[in-house]
């Protein structure tokens, strides 16, 4: 008897966790359909099917979800790095394109008949004022509320795990949310003004000749954690197969670096001795880093590669890209 591959929807396609996450999926042999606005920038697609399609039109999310897809991937959103998020001018735009998206998706998909959903929350639903001390912050899965996060991307990230939370309650759906933790690597966006602080530390320093000098927002002594591609895809995968546990979890690294930290480590992987000068601009919270408890109870897993690893990648992915600039 032939086997039924298991089929799969992957929303937000051409974007970086979602191209990867593509990659992934068709080596564990899904037959994938791909929905996004646009191709991925740097690489090809692996999706069987890809759509190019706005997920705020309901015309659109009536013609995707055409079919019971086993696992739907719900990564689609308007975000970026701080330079994005912090800065005000983009808040009303955020909350209306993402809430549109996730209200639509989890309609259409409901109707299809779906499996099972997977919602990309993240780390900016925490309250800002447990994010005060860099040394100690607290990103405990309970902490969330009362809610009071630092921008309008994690205002509406919180309604959307709401959304489905509720769905899951009044109308069964199984959904799993987690909520990632500064997800970075090689293909990911590195100098449109939607990159964050890996990938624009990585190409500051792979533009800059040794002895110069790079620009970086704050002092530097604000804190958080990085999590390289590969291990955050391992955590969705096994978030996704677990039996009972649907979340919200962190999908994190606990290894808590200072931005200066991070500009080191870069340095010391391009083999470069730069000086930093700092400058006001958008920053978020002081503190942040992944609470792992929670994921080890439920899930028997934590992210464990260094930071020191993932960066390497990144930063030779990145230089690459400055050279065929030049
Ligand atoms: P990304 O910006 O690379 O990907 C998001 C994709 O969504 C983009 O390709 C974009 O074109 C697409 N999109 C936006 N609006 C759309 C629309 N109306 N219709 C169809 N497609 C649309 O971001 P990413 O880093 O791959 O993040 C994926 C998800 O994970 C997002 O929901 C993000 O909020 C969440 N997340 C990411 C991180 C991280 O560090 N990368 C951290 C926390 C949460």
């Not at 919602?119 to 994010?131: F, V």
């Not at 291990?231 to 670096?257: H, Q, T, W, Y």
Request: with cysteine; proline share 5%; hydrophobic share 35%.
């Amino acid at each position: 008897m032939v086997k039924k591959l298991k089929t799969a929807l992957v929303c937000g396609a051409g974007g970086f966790i979602g191209n990867h996450l593509i990659a992934r999926l068709k080596n564990e042999g899904f037959w994938i359909r791909a929905v996004d606005l646009k191709r991925p920038e740097f690489g090809k697609t692996a999706a069987d099917e890809f759509i190019i399609g706005d997920l705020r039109e309901q015309s659109v999310c009536k013609k995707i979800f055409d079919r019971p897809f086993d696992e739907v991937y719900q990564l689609a959103a308007d975000m970026g790095g701080a330079g994005f998020i912090f800065t005000g001018e983009n808040d009303a735009n955020i909350m209306r394109n993402s809430a549109l998206i996730n209200i639509n998706a989890i309609q259409y998909g409901l109707k299809a008949g779906i499996k099972k959903m997977f919602y990309s929350s993240s780390a900016c639903i925490y309250p800002s004022h447990n994010q005060k001390n860099p040394k100690n912050p607290n990103c405990a899965e309970d902490s969330a509320f009362p809610a009071a996060p630092d921008s309008e991307y994690g205002w509406e990230k919180l309604f959307s795990e709401r959304l489905y939370l509720s769905h899951h309650r009044n109308y069964g759906l199984d959904v799993r949310i987690a909520r990632l933790h500064n997800v970075f690597g090689p293909e990911g966006t590195w100098n449109d003004g939607r990159e964050k602080a890996p990938a624009a530390m990585c190409r500051k320093v792979a533009q800059t000749p040794d002895g110069g000098t790079i620009e970086m927002w704050g002092d530097g002594k604000q804190t958080r954690s990085f999590l390289y591609i590969d291990e955050c895809l391992d955590g969705i995968r096994k978030l996704m197969d677990a039996k009972e546990f649907r979340g919200p979890v962190n999908i994190g690294s606990s290894e808590m670096v200072s931005i200066n930290q991070l500009a080191r480590m870069v340095m010391e992987i391009a083999e470069k001795k730069l000086k930093t000068k700092h400058i006001p601009g958008p920053l978020g919270v002081r503190g942040r880093v992944s609470d792992n408890r929670l994921i080890v109870k439920k899930l028997q897993w934590k992210p464990t590669k260094p930071l020191k690893d993932g960066l390497a990648k990144t930063y030779a992915w990145i230089s690459d890209q400055v050279a065929s600039q030049l």
